[in-house]
């Protein structure tokens, strides 16, 4: 029911409620005829209209983390968003919104992240106006709290949240949106939730091998075929994936779910090398040394 979808709309001037109320925002109806250009980790998927969605994939080589950025080019006022960034390369993802002439009203994680810091605190000191976005189950400080069935909406695009607990307890996946005015095919933000040929381990921030798999199959798996996937993290050297591809060939998440949680418990992994510094700061949007990471 319409009544228990809440939606975060960009609104011009950058005039926010926070925390947000229960807002209703239909975007504008566009026709798309969507297809996407994909090279270096970058893609537009444009509109028979001219509307557009911009998109970014940048790294992290430290954490290996993949920072992504969205703008709906068709708006006047450029809206962007970043998903996970880090604190490290906020300087480069601030060059490259102001290269592309974006405006950045939110900078959204995926979950607590354990093995760095979060650039959404660094984003909110240099960038006026911008708001931070987390699960309300990561229990974590940001400006808006979203859960499942929250729309994010940046100009006439919007992302879907999912809750995709298991990793951690607060995981959530970000999905573009469904229907004529979105572009297709569809893209979902896993987090760590569900990597490529890979998932997420189960064994430390309120983990469950059980609770993963879970999610993954009810609501990563029953998107279209066709989605587009991406992680929040990749050591491999890959960089983007589908629904089809990890249903076919994910080592772990093909299997039944006895034997998945069998494989979780025996990874026999080692301790992460930043937990206790990365955890403790992203509970507070990673600004617990904003003063010397901004002097």
């Known amino acids: 029911m319409l009544s228990k979808i809440r939606l975060l709309k960009f609104s011009v001037g950058f005039s926010f409620s926070s925390p947000p109320q229960k807002k209703y925002c239909i975007p504008e109806v566009v026709t798309f005829a969507a297809k996407l250009r994909s090279q270096m980790g970058s893609a537009s998927y444009a509109t028979s209209s001219g509307s557009s969605l911009l998109f970014r994939q940048l790294f992290?080589?430290?954490?290996?983390?993949?920072?992504?950025?969205?703008?709906?080019?068709?708006?006047?006022?450029?809206?962007?968003?970043?998903?996970?960034?880090?604190?490290?390369?906020?300087?480069?993802?601030?060059?490259?919104?102001?290269?592309?002439?974006?405006?950045?009203?939110?900078?959204?994680?995926?979950?607590?992240?354990?093995?760095?810091?979060?650039?959404?605190?660094?984003?909110?000191?240099?960038?006026?106006?911008?708001?931070?976005?987390?699960?309300?189950?990561?229990?974590?400080?940001?400006?808006?709290?979203?859960?499942?069935?929250?729309?994010?909406?940046?100009?006439?695009?919007?992302?879907?949240?999912?809750?995709?607990?298991?990793?951690?307890?607060?995981?959530v996946t970000y999905v573009t949106g469904d229907g004529p005015t979105q572009p297709q095919p569809r893209m979902a933000f896993t987090g760590d939730a569900l990597l490529i040929r890979g998932c997420g381990r189960t064994d430390f921030q309120g983990g469950s091998s059980e609770q993963l798999y879970k999610s993954v199959h009810s609501q990563i798996f029953t998107l279209p075929k066709d989605t587009f996937l991406y992680p929040a993290h990749d050591y491999k050297g890959f960089s983007v994936t589908t629904v089809g591809e990890e249903m076919h060939y994910n080592p772990r998440l093909t299997k039944d779910e006895e034997t998945f949680k069998t494989i979780m418990a025996n990874l026999n992994l080692s301790y992460p090398k930043m937990i206790d510094v990365a955890v403790p700061a992203n509970m507070v949007c990673g600004l617990q040394d904003i003063e010397s990471k901004g002097s």
């Open 60 to 171: 992290e080589k430290e954490s290996s983390t993949y920072t992504y950025l969205l703008a709906d080019l068709s708006h006047p006022h450029k809206p962007a968003l970043l998903v996970d960034p880090v604190d490290k390369t906020v300087d480069r993802d601030i060059s490259l919104v102001k290269e592309l002439g974006l405006n950045l009203i939110y900078a959204i994680n995926t979950h607590v992240h354990a093995d760095h810091v979060t650039g959404t605190g660094l984003l909110k000191s240099k960038v006026p106006g911008l708001k931070s976005i987390i699960s309300k189950a990561s229990n974590a400080k940001a400006d808006l709290f979203v859960e499942t069935g929250d729309k994010i909406c940046f100009g006439d695009l919007f992302l879907e949240v999912r809750a995709t607990p298991g990793h951690t307890q607060g995981c």
